[in-house]
């Protein structure tokens, strides 16, 4: 995964703008990206689908904008109720 890349971006703090604008402009990526996520039943395939979603988000658009991506589905995957998930998000972007 492109976590290297993406993990000097993220010491950047994001702005409630960008948040709300990535919730807006990416509705459909972070509907399809939290179900793709949400439905991996084992630690295995969750953190595989972590890492399709974040690294094919990032492709389309680029690093910065997947950091915001990722605070945001970090976000929408807990209130489905999937901790464990976006933990896993959070760490994939941090590198930890």
Do not use: W
């Not at 949400?38 to 972590?50: F, G, H, I, N």
């Amino acid at each position: 995964m492109e976590a290297i890349q993406l993990t000097s971006i993220a010491r950047r703090r994001i702005r409630h703008e960008d948040y709300r604008r990535c919730e807006i402009d990416f509705q459909l990526e972070l509907a399809r990206g939290a179900s793709f996520i949400a439905s991996s039943m084992s630690k295995e395939t969750l953190q595989r689908t972590v890492d399709e979603t974040i690294c094919g988000f990032a492709q389309m658009h680029g690093p910065s904008a997947a950091i915001v991506f990722c605070s945001v589905l970090s976000d929408r995957l807990l209130s489905r109720g999937r901790a464990d998930a976006a933990a896993i998000v959070k760490r994939s972007v941090n590198g930890s």
